[in-house]
């Protein structure tokens, strides 16, 4: 009887060990973002991955736009008619503004700001589209 029960404490732990590892395992994870009149429409104000996660933003606008992926440096010419992938692993944890910029001009200047390694404080030219939120494992 004390084997038998051995085993089967034995068979619990194993499965336990199995289920646990496979819960956190990155996963490609899709969302269709359809851009109309500067607004996010039949989507979650909030995208939530897990931390790893592979993520692929399907992007559709009717206007001409840059989406700008805060925290992790992404930003991306969307144009009416064109479906655009952004593509990229969730490595950084916490809650990201998904932007989009609609004043082309300040935008460029916002662009050399990055690569100069200055950040830009006048958020005058964004729209918050969405949070992208990265939960810890």
Do not use: W
């Amino acid at each position: 009887k004390v084997k038998k029960m051995k085993k089967i404490i034995l068979f619990i732990i194993i499965l336990c060990v199995i289920s646990c590892n496979t819960t956190n395992q990155p996963k490609e994870v899709n969302f269709d973002l359809n851009i109309k009149n500067n607004k996010l429409i039949n989507q979650s104000t909030t995208l939530r991955v897990n931390h790893n996660d592979y993520i692929k933003l399907n992007i559709n606008s009717d206007q001409k736009t840059q989406i700008h992926i805060h925290g992790y440096d992404i930003e991306k010419q969307i144009t009416p008619g064109n479906a655009e992938l952004i593509e990229f692993q969730a490595n950084a944890t916490g809650r990201f503004n998904i932007t989009i910029h609609t004043d082309e001009t300040e935008h460029n200047s916002h662009s050399k700001d990055h690569q100069n390694g200055h950040s830009h404080h006048d958020d005058s030219d964004e729209i918050q589209l969405v949070i992208l939120e990265v939960i810890p494992n």
